[in-house]
């Protein structure tokens, strides 16, 4: 298999898939060519690139248009429904950085070996069943193995759960050509089973699990658990096993991330509770782009073990994309309704609108299972761009990123909702002491507008925007220390701008710092620059 490089992301990518931008049609191939100064069709574009930049020109449209457009150049099946964003746009990620070189362990009912997870090279490393009180069974897989362990073609209910908790955070969307992908598409994948046939979940479980995971972290390369499932026990003011467990594993230098349960009520069971977890509530955002439709979705909350405030976060948990489970009776019957959804038989789209399917072989899904590992994958995400974050720091920049949320009382989301982007920004300038203390960017002081990027891989950075009607290549930054990019004009007047950055002369970068994005038109987003009034 022949790998080249997708010149925009800048990704590894088999040649063959490179060349799948051919697709699209030679209205979007030219507006990428424009957007894109010495790109030609030829170069070829990754897939998740190519359907990043579609979705992006077609949402500008409006939903209708968004809809209609996506079946008429959609690749895998011209009849699929399109019916929720992509995870990565929906969070404003930072598209250089996809969990690579990172573990994340996923604790849950069951798992089966998807292909997001598996193709086209196998990303679970360890499958772990801790359901017996003898201790965990594990089972190793390389990168170019087919990952089998017992039952797992057994297409029971309870592999549906863990399959989609995993693919949500790490699936790289093999069966969309890479569209529904999760933030950490990259990362490598430890799965944990918490139950089987003869038994629910139970405490002691969970606790071999989380013991397990410590006593493997090192050998694992492990960094980031997730725990999409409760406990028996109700919340206690003492710790009790479970949290005993994640401070164990989180002293391993190991992030602990746990979803808040889905009853909107004030009620913790562990390990919800565990002062050590960052614990994870919901938010609606109605699947559409904009912060300002953002609501709090029923999830609880209430204070933990010592009192400790729970959540911590809040990210979305609903309209996520995870797969259908292969094999499944749901599989079939999606497989049959968008055969029979060209007749256009009212039945047929009532039943893909019940079962909330987006193809036959994708579905949205809800519940702080799946806004945990939303979570997970951002801090998959900041740790492969700085492995140097401890559990604390990456606690701390998730929380001063956030945004909270109007009308909510803090209880309810502490501090807000989830800023991939902004999230990762924060971690690569962790490891400048200039810019750790900043949370904003640009930085506008009485007299001038700073502009700074963060990217090692750069020869040559400029930013251009609205101010001067985009003429010219822009403003030339300079490297002030390793991959580090500053520039600064004049204070401007108060007003709204728009501006983006050009890498060494060929790509286009909207500021990954920077969450306010507008559509610019043609394949992607300009950032958002807000200049207030002086005050004398």
């Given at each position: 298999?022949?790998?080249?490089?997708?010149?925009?992301?800048?990704?590894?990518?088999?040649?063959?898939?490179?060349?799948?931008?051919?697709?699209?049609?030679?209205?979007?191939?030219?507006?990428?060519?424009?957007?894109?100064?010495?790109?030609?069709?030829?170069?070829?574009?990754?897939?998740?690139?190519?359907?990043?930049?579609?979705?992006?020109?077609?949402?500008?449209?409006?939903?209708?248009?968004?809809?209609?457009?996506?079946?008429?150049?959609?690749?895998?099946?011209?009849?699929?429904?399109?019916?929720?964003?992509?995870?990565?746009?929906?969070?404003?990620?930072?598209?250089?950085?996809?969990?690579?070189?990172?573990?994340?362990?996923?604790?849950?009912?069951?798992?089966?070996?998807?292909?997001?997870?598996?193709?086209?090279?196998?990303?679970?490393?360890?499958?772990?069943?801790?359901?017996?009180?003898?201790?965990?069974?594990?089972?190793?897989?390389?990168?170019?193995?087919?990952?089998?362990?017992?039952?797992?073609?057994?297409?029971?209910?309870?592999?549906?759960?863990?399959?989609?908790?995993?693919?949500?955070?790490?699936?790289?969307?093999?069966?969309?050509?890479?569209?529904?992908?999760?933030?950490?598409?990259?990362?490598?994948?430890?799965?944990?089973?918490?139950?089987?046939?003869?038994?629910?979940?139970?405490?002691?479980?969970?606790?071999?699990?989380?013991?397990?995971?410590?006593?493997?972290?090192?050998?694992?390369?492990?960094?980031?658990?997730?725990?999409?499932?409760?406990?028996?026990?109700?919340?206690?003011?003492?710790?009790?096993?479970?949290?005993?467990?994640?401070?164990?594993?989180?002293?391993?230098?190991?992030?602990?991330?746990?979803?808040?349960?889905?009853?909107?009520?004030?009620?913790?069971?562990?390990?919800?509770?565990?002062?050590?977890?960052?614990?994870?509530?919901?938010?609606?955002?109605?699947?559409?782009?904009?912060?300002?439709?953002?609501?709090?979705?029923?999830?609880?909350?209430?204070?933990?073990?010592?009192?400790?405030?729970?959540?911590?976060?809040?990210?979305?948990?609903?309209?996520?994309?995870?797969?259908?489970?292969?094999?499944?009776?749901?599989?079939?019957?999606?497989?049959?309704?968008?055969?029979?959804?060209?007749?256009?038989?009212?039945?047929?789209?009532?039943?893909?609108?019940?079962?909330?399917?987006?193809?036959?072989?994708?579905?949205?899904?809800?519940g702080t299972s799946f806004a945990a590992p939303l979570v997970a994958s951002t801090v998959a995400c900041m740790l492969e761009a700085n492995p140097?974050?401890?559990?604390?720091?990456?606690?701390?920049?998730?929380?001063?990123?956030?945004?909270?949320?109007?009308?909510?009382?803090?209880?309810?989301?502490?501090?807000?909702?989830?800023?991939?982007?902004?999230?990762?920004?924060?971690?690569?300038?962790?490891?400048?002491?200039?810019?750790?203390?900043?949370?904003?960017?640009?930085?506008?002081?009485?007299?001038?507008?700073?502009?700074?990027?963060?990217?090692?891989?750069?020869?040559?950075?400029?930013?251009?925007?609205?101010?001067?009607?985009?003429?010219?290549?822009?403003?030339?930054?300079?490297?002030?220390?390793?991959?580090?990019?500053?520039?600064?004009?004049?204070?401007?007047?108060?007003?709204?701008?728009?501006?983006?950055?050009?890498?060494?002369?060929?790509?286009?970068?909207?500021?990954?710092?920077?969450?306010?994005?507008?559509?610019?038109?043609?394949?992607?987003?300009?950032?958002?620059?807000?200049?207030?009034?002086?005050?004398?």
């Amino acid at each position: 298999m022949t790998v080249d490089v997708c010149p925009f992301c800048q990704h590894p990518t088999p040649s063959a898939q490179l060349a799948e931008v051919n697709w699209l049609s030679a209205e979007v191939l030219t507006d990428l060519a424009e957007h894109n100064p010495g790109w030609r069709s030829a170069d070829g574009a990754c897939p998740g690139c190519v359907q990043e930049a579609l979705l992006q020109m077609l949402l500008a449209q409006g939903h209708a248009a968004l809809h209609q457009r996506i079946q008429q150049v959609w690749p895998l099946d011209a009849e699929a429904a399109f019916g929720a964003i992509p995870t990565p746009l929906r969070l404003h990620a930072d598209p250089r950085f996809t969990g690579r070189g990172v573990a994340i362990a996923m604790i849950d009912v069951g798992f089966f070996p998807h292909p997001d997870l598996t193709q086209p090279t196998n990303r679970i490393r360890a499958w772990v069943d801790a359901t017996s009180p003898a201790g965990p069974q594990a089972l190793f897989f390389g990168p170019d193995e087919q990952p089998f362990w017992p039952g797992w073609d057994a297409r029971h209910d309870r592999q549906w759960h863990g399959t989609m908790t995993a693919t949500a955070a790490a699936g790289n969307g093999h069966l969309s050509h890479g569209l529904y992908r999760g933030l950490a598409s990259d990362a490598d994948l430890v799965l944990v089973q918490v139950r089987n046939d003869r038994q629910g979940i139970s405490d002691e479980a969970i606790v071999r699990a989380l013991q397990w995971l410590a006593e493997n972290a090192g050998a694992l390369g492990l960094r980031v658990v997730n725990i999409s499932l409760g406990g028996a026990a109700r919340v206690r003011l003492r710790r009790n096993p479970i949290d005993e467990a994640v401070a164990a594993l989180a002293a391993c230098n190991v992030v602990v991330t746990a979803a808040a349960g889905n009853d909107g009520i004030r009620v913790l069971n562990p390990p919800a509770t565990a002062p050590a977890a960052l614990t994870i509530g919901g938010i609606d955002d109605h699947n559409t782009f904009s912060d300002e439709e953002i609501s709090l979705w029923h999830s609880n909350y209430g204070a933990g073990v010592e009192g400790v405030p729970k959540p911590e976060l809040v990210a979305p948990s609903i309209w996520v994309v995870a797969p259908v489970l292969p094999g499944s009776s749901v599989e079939q019957e999606a497989l049959s309704l968008f055969s029979r959804r060209y007749l256009g038989l009212p039945e047929v789209e009532a039943r893909i609108a019940a079962e909330k399917l987006i193809t036959p072989y994708y579905q949205h899904v809800d519940g702080t299972s799946f806004a945990a590992p939303l979570v997970a994958s951002t801090v998959a995400c900041m740790l492969e761009a700085n492995p140097r974050l401890t559990p604390a720091l990456v606690r701390e920049i998730l929380l001063r990123t956030a945004h909270a949320l109007p009308g909510v009382p803090s209880e309810q989301q502490g501090a807000g909702a989830l800023e991939a982007g902004m999230a990762v920004s924060l971690a690569l300038r962790e490891q400048h002491e200039s810019l750790a203390a900043c949370t904003s960017l640009p930085f506008i002081t009485r007299d001038r507008i700073e502009f700074v990027l963060h990217e090692h891989e750069a020869q040559d950075v400029r930013v251009s925007g609205s101010w001067h009607g985009w003429d010219g290549p822009g403003m030339a930054l300079a490297q002030t220390e390793p991959g580090v990019w500053r520039g600064d004009i004049p204070r401007l007047p108060a007003g709204e701008y728009t501006y983006k950055f050009l890498v060494d002369g060929r790509r286009w970068l909207d500021d990954p710092a920077n969450p306010n994005k507008r559509w610019d038109g043609r394949a992607g987003f300009n950032s958002v620059l807000f200049v207030p009034l002086v005050r004398q």
